[in-house]
Nanobody, 123 residues
Framework: VQLQASGGGLVQPGGSLRLSCAASERLFSVKTMAWYRQAPGKQRELVAVITSGGSTNYADSVKGRFTISRDNAKNTMYLQMNSLKPEDTAVYYC??????????????????WGQGTLVTVSS
C-alpha cells in the first residue's frame, strides 16, 4: 500500500485543519486504517482508528475534537481536527493496515505507513 498524507500546516490554537491520506491500493475499503502522531522527543502514538465498516476509536486526548472518516470510492481517509491545542503539534502519519490486538490495542503494519505531514499549533 502506498500512502500520501497531506493537509498539515501552521494553525493558531483553537483553529482547525483537515488531513487527508490517499491510498494507491484498490482494496482500500477492506482495511482498518489509522492516524498516528509523533511529537518532538516523544514516541509515536495512536490518534484515531476507522474500520472498513466505518466504526471509529479515538485517543482520549482527541475525543470530541477530532473526527476520522473515509471515502472508499476515493481510497482516501481523513482526519478533521478542531479546537487544536499546542500539544497537538506533531508529525501526523497514516497507516493503511492496522490490526486489533487481543489486548484491545492496535498493531500498525510496518509496510503501510504514509510519509507524514507536520501540524504545528502555535500563536
Amino acid at each position: 500500500v502506498q500512502l500520501q498524507a497531506s493537509g498539515g500546516g501552521l494553525v493558531q490554537p483553537g483553529g482547525s485543519l483537515r488531513l487527508s491520506c490517499a491510498a494507491s491500493e484498490r482494496l482500500f475499503s477492506v482495511k482498518t486504517m489509522a492516524w498516528y502522531r509523533q511529537a518532538p522527543g516523544k514516541q509515536r502514538e495512536l490518534v484515531a482508528v476507522i474500520t472498513s465498516g466505518g466504526s471509529t476509536n479515538y485517543a482520549d486526548s482527541v475525543k470530541g475534537r477530532f473526527t476520522i472518516s473515509r471515502d472508499n470510492a476515493k481510497n482516501t481517509m481523513y482526519l478533521q481536527m478542531n479546537s487544536l491545542k499546542p500539544e497537538d503539534t506533531a508529525v501526523y502519519y497514516c497507516n493503511g493496515r492496522v490490526t486489533r490486538l487481543p489486548s484491545g490495542g492496535y498493531y500498525p503494519d510496518p509496510g503501510s505507513w504514509g510519509q507524514g505531514t507536520l501540524v504545528t499549533v502555535s500563536s
